[in-house]
């Protein structure tokens, strides 16, 4: 990656500045609530999948979390990380105290960060007391109804977010993500018309097949998936932030019509954009 | 602030969102560069204003920053916030030690975080060890080119701004920032068009002159040229991620006609459209 630009100042100095990483740059968090709760048998939940991520501190005790392709038994001193729109279930056997909360992070695309990255589920801290200082800090942040507390919530969420990241950051580097940048700039401009597979590979000289595959490597997910879940971001803002009609917004976001629309969001958000309105707007 | 809605987990376990602030939530930020440096006699420079911000932390020496309204004499254990688009100098008459940042921390509607608070503009650290571990690891991160690096800066920039605005964090509450929605909703999806003072008013059912005037004390800035940030803002957007020519920006954005849309750019960003396209666009 260059460096997009010199400065210099009064006197001679000089530096360089670090250009917008075209992913990463204007990423967003939220943190949607957080406990610290002592949990009994009775703590056991259907396969469920959410629009929102989870992570976990245990403290004291043991239950298990199920993936599709992977058990994990929640231990004290781990903390776990659950992705947004994965289908998982979990079951306490005896008794576990958990600190844990529910968080969106997204790239400036909307796209969740950890749904874009193979980051491990389970980490072990290093240090107990830094991670249950710092997650109690977000806790006590839960508190406070300001952009103080929105931001310091941010701030103690990517402290015990940075180690997942760090133990996999070859993962986040694997591939190039900047030679796909012709293809994010085509779709930012072309949202809202039909896209085909063809068009997507073109702004990458691949071939259609070749382009699907590649691109599913690097984000785990196909191009087509991908343009629906931007599609449904697109909508997301659209309805807090406007009072635009669903056929409008259907048609601005690209879909071929309400239904389509509808069907896809509720697939995608778990709610219907009305509801969906309804609880962003007050 | 109102709860959104309270969900339900398996065994009864019950708990509540917090909602998206309107202006804090999706808040974004990026380090530009930022550096230790020794600097003498010859770090003086005449006024100048940037689109971004600045940090200064004082290790040794001293050093004097000039405001239009407001001189200040840096001093070691002290951090000092330039925000972005303020007019200021500096001059140091013998030598002084700084770490330094600048960067860029935007609203969801890409206006600077801190040209829309009050914050001090000089803060004396409590702890110095704590505020010089903190800047080293944002200083080490400048070196990580990576989504790692990128995220790490920021959690670290966030410990550096938080005690700004703690330490005034009244002025964030002072106005009821909910009852603005319906003029940045407005906004959101009217940005393209010929926007009046008075049909904003309308929107908060205020009259021109007392929505001029509330939301100038609310939010330190006129509503017309809040406009104009943001028409601006989005431009930048455009430029960086469309390969949209500047007709077509100006038109999407609001601006009368390509003229005004490059002296108004110009007199905003520092640099003309073209030449802000070229920096950003590799």
């Given at each position: 990656?260059?460096?997009?630009?010199?400065?210099?100042?009064?006197?001679?100095?000089?530096?360089?500045?670090?250009?917008?990483?075209?992913l990463?740059?204007?990423?967003?968090?939220?943190?949607?609530?957080?406990?610290?709760?002592?949990?009994?048998?009775?703590?056991?939940?259907?396969?469920?999948?959410?629009?929102y991520?989870?992570?976990?501190?245990?403290?004291?005790?043991?239950?298990?979390?199920?993936?599709?392709?992977?058990?994990?038994?929640?231990?004290?001193?781990?903390?776990?990380?659950i992705?947004?729109?994965?289908?998982?279930?979990?079951r306490?056997?005896?008794?576990?105290?958990?600190?844990?909360?529910?968080?969106?992070?997204?790239?400036?695309?909307?796209?969740?960060?950890?749904?874009?990255?193979?980051?491990?589920?389970?980490?072990?801290?290093?240090?107990?007391?830094?991670?249950?200082?710092?997650?109690?800090?977000?806790?006590?942040?839960?508190?406070?109804?300001?952009?103080?507390?929105?931001?310091?919530?941010?701030?103690?969420?990517?402290g015990?977010?940075?180690?997942?990241?760090?133990?996999?950051?070859?993962?986040?580097?694997?591939?190039?993500?900047?030679?796909?940048?012709?293809?994010?700039?085509?779709?930012?401009?072309?949202?809202?018309?039909?896209?085909g597979?063809?068009?997507?590979?073109?702004?990458?000289?691949?071939?259609?097949?070749?382009?699907?595959?590649?691109?599913?490597?690097?984000?785990?997910?196909?191009?087509?998936?991908?343009?629906?879940r931007?599609?449904?971001?697109?909508?997301?803002?659209?309805?807090?932030?406007?009072?635009?009609?669903?056929?409008?917004?259907?048609?601005?976001?690209?879909?071929?019509?309400?239904y389509?629309?509808?069907?896809?969001?509720?697939?995608?958000?778990?709610?219907?954009?009305?509801?969906?309105?309804?609880?962003?707007?007050?």
């Open positions: 990656m260059d460096f997009i630009s010199q400065e210099e100042a009064g006197g001679g100095y000089r530096w360089r500045n670090i250009p917008y990483d075209p990463f740059s204007g990423a967003s968090f939220h943190v949607l609530c957080g406990y610290r709760m002592q949990l009994g048998r009775e703590w056991k939940n259907q396969s469920v999948r959410t629009h991520a989870r992570l976990y501190y245990v403290e004291e005790g043991e239950a298990v979390l199920e993936f599709d392709d992977e058990v994990l038994r929640l231990r004290p001193g781990y903390l776990y990380l992705p947004s729109n994965v289908f998982h279930r979990h306490c056997e005896e008794s576990i105290t958990l600190m844990w909360c529910h968080f969106r992070a997204e790239m400036h695309d909307g796209i969740g960060l950890f749904e874009m990255l193979r980051v491990p589920r389970e980490l072990k801290v290093e240090s107990r007391q830094e991670v249950e200082s710092n997650f109690r800090e977000l806790l006590a942040a839960m508190e406070v109804h300001s952009g103080w507390g929105e931001l310091k919530r941010t701030q103690q969420l990517l015990l977010l940075m180690p997942f990241l760090a133990a996999d950051s070859d993962s986040l580097l694997r591939h190039d993500r900047a030679s796909y940048l012709p293809v994010f700039r085509y779709l930012d401009s072309h949202l809202h018309e039909g896209l597979l063809d068009v997507l590979a073109e702004q990458m000289g691949l071939s259609p097949e070749h382009f699907c595959r590649v691109f599913k490597r690097d984000f785990q997910v196909t191009p087509m998936r991908y343009v629906m931007r599609r449904v971001h697109l909508a997301q803002q659209l309805l807090c932030q406007t009072n635009l009609k669903h056929y409008d917004i259907s048609d601005r976001c690209g879909f071929s019509d309400t389509h629309f509808s069907k896809v969001f509720k697939q995608m958000v778990g709610v219907t954009p009305s509801a969906y309105r309804g609880q962003h707007v007050s």
